[in-house]
């Protein structure tokens, strides 16, 4: 329920009580108050002293929560977190601020804190990596920043491809999503300076978002140009100092027409692959790809942690 009627309607019910709000029964106020979603419960907790003390309740927060919310935690790996939490309320933020692992370690559940919807994470071992067992490509290990036991660290491929799928039951419905890759750039990382990936997502058999990105960072890019200009200028320039003509132009690093990732606050680097709207009573399997395997050359040095997958902000903040 919107907002906007929803103010509508408790002021239709403060009016029916000759305008005292404060009398109105809390419990019918947590009523109202589940129907919203946590953002809009906050604002509405600002209305009045019933409405703030109706927001904290468990009537409004067990409808925040998602129907299956209890089959989840089970099958996690924090079992324990339904009876260690005082209050649904903290149970909600615990499961937006702190992700559980779910089936047997290989993808990680959370909430979208304003919008009460599920995200998920589908680690690197969850994922299809081709050659992703082969040592000479790809390595498997640990970073301490990582939510997962392991994640996957590209070694050289001259064919980079990387797949997940999800099933569509498992997430929110009638709710626009959008598919991250999430991972990092080493010292090592060569061979995406120039060659963009192409990735695709969308159901299983059916038209699908296409789209190309660079997966190493704009300002990345630009000092390894810079560095690369330089080295190859540096008889040049020493020849124009010694003569007096006009030094080399510096290349300015112009932005190009490709997509860069965004840095996210746990530190990984993220690019969005495409988005998706799952559809109520739609079932099938989302599928994700990522591949780069038109130019031929040999690339490594990435640490792939996963896909997330998880509601866009601006499909509720302008509701």
Avoid at 19 to 25: R, Y
Avoid at 276 to 288: I, V
Wanted: aromatic share 10%; with cysteine.
């Amino acid at each position: 329920m919107e907002f906007d009627r929803l103010v509508v309607l408790y002021l239709h019910m403060a009016g029916n009580t000759g305008g005292d709000m404060s009398v109105l029964p809390e419990d019918c106020v947590a009523k109202v108050l589940s129907f919203t979603d946590p953002g809009d419960a906050a604002r509405l907790s600002m209305v009045s002293s019933t409405f703030k003390s109706a927001a904290e309740s468990d009537t409004v927060w067990e409808q925040l929560l998602p129907p299956d919310y209890r089959s989840i935690i089970f099958q996690s790996s924090d079992s324990s977190l339904l009876a260690s939490t005082s209050s649904k309320k903290e149970l909600f933020l615990r499961l937006c601020d702190n992700p559980i692992l779910i089936d047997d370690g290989k993808k990680s559940f959370s909430l979208d804190k304003l919008s009460g919807k599920k995200c998920y994470m589908l680690s690197a071992r969850d994922l299809m990596i081709a050659w992703g067992d082969t040592p000479r490509y790809w390595k498997w290990t640990s970073e301490l920043e990582s939510r997962f036991a392991e994640v996957a660290e590209l070694i050289g491929v001259c064919w980079l491809e990387i797949r997940g799928k999800i099933d569509t039951c498992m997430l929110s419905q009638d709710t626009l999503y959008g598919a991250y890759l999430v991972y990092r750039t080493t010292a090592r990382t060569y061979g995406f300076e120039y060659q963009p990936v192409d990735v695709t997502v969308g159901l299983a058999g059916a038209e699908v978002c296409k789209r190309s990105f660079h997966l190493v960072a704009e300002r990345e890019q630009q000092e390894k140009q810079l560095c690369q200009f330089l080295s190859s200028q540096v008889g040049l320039f020493r020849h124009s100092r010694a003569s007096g003509s006009q030094s080399p132009a510096v290349p300015t690093g112009e932005k190009n027409n490709g997509q860069y990732p965004q840095k996210r606050e746990d530190g990984w680097l993220e690019m969005e692959l495409g988005q998706f709207f799952n559809k109520d009573g739609e079932e099938g399997e989302l599928e994700m790809s990522i591949m780069e395997v038109k130019g031929g050359d040999c690339k490594g040095g990435l640490i792939v942690l996963g896909i997330e997958i998880r509601p866009k902000e601006d499909a509720y903040e302008k509701k």
